[in-house]
T-cell receptor
Framework: DAKTTQPNSMESNEEEPVHLPCNHSTISGTDYIHWYRQLPSQGPEYVIHGLTSNVNNRMASLAIAEDRKSSTLILHRATLRDAAVYYC????????????FGQGTELSVKP | NAGVTQTPKFRVLKTGQSMTLLCAQDMNHEYMYWYRQDPGMGLRLIHYSVGEGTTAKGEVPDGYNVSRLKKQNFLLGLESAAPSQTSVYFCASQHRGGTYEQYFGPGTRLTVT
């Protein structure tokens, strides 16, 4: 299965933008890029996903490189509630929607 | 809607005992999944199901069995628990189309002594 690489941890200040990077150099043309986050002691929750174009929703933006070998999750104004582990995941086309999680990036937000 | 619920929330087993974890969803989702999460690690897929009566193996299926007799329920069984199966277990469900967003339950914390 295609793999993703993320920094183990990142720090941010409250109310500042956060850019969380992800490398996926072995991505194939039909793999979707998904981001989930996991707050302490909770199950993961969906953040955003995309295929080729940049995507925006109420939680975040996803910027995808032109060659699709990397992507960046953008939180426009970090809040203390955004402190979580963020997972960048490739969803392989036509495999029952299964997700293969990596280690993720632990984001801490300072007041 | 309750979303995805898991029973029980906590359980302690002795080595060799068996148990079944129940996952239920009320969103009429076709796909359901069982994951485990060990301390400091990401989730690993155990088994999954793309419809009633069908199951498939994930990354770490050994030592587990599953059944999907009803669309809304997905059961995870441990026939003979081992200390290596101490973990937090998460269930998730997903609609077949649309955004492919998986909805996760709150988890079951299992300790095998």
């Amino acid at each position: 299965d295609a793999k993703t690489t993320q920094p183990n941890s990142m720090e941010s200040n409250e109310e500042e933008p956060v850019h969380l990077p992800c490398n996926h150099s072995t991505i194939s043309g039909t793999d979707y890029i998904h981001w989930y986050r996991q707050l302490p002691s909770q199950g993961p929750e969906y953040v955003i996903h995309g295929l080729t174009s940049n995507v925006n929703n109420r939680m975040a933006s996803l910027a995808i490189a032109e060659d699709r070998k990397s992507s960046t999750l953008i939180l426009h104004r970090a809040t203390l509630r955004d402190a979580a582990v963020y997972y960048c995941i490739l969803r392989i086309y036509n495999q029952g929607g299964k997700l293969i999680f990596g280690q993720g990036t632990e984001l801490s937000v300072k007041p | 809607n309750a979303g995805v619920t898991q029973t029980p929330k906590f359980r302690v087993l002795k080595t060799g005992q068996s148990m079944t974890l129940l996952c239920a969803q009320d969103m009429n989702h076709e796909y359901m999944y069982w994951y485990r999460q060990d301390p400091g690690m990401g989730l690993r897929l155990i088994h999954y199901s793309v419809g009633e009566g069908t199951t498939a193996k994930g990354e770490v299926p050994d030592g587990y069995n599953v059944s999907r007799l009803k669309k809304q329920n997905f059961l995870l069984g441990l026939e003979s628990a081992a200390p290596s199966q101490t973990s937090v277990y998460f269930c998730a469900s997903q609609h077949r189309g649309g955004t492919y967003e998986q909805y996760f339950g709150p988890g079951t914390r299992l300790t095998v002594t």
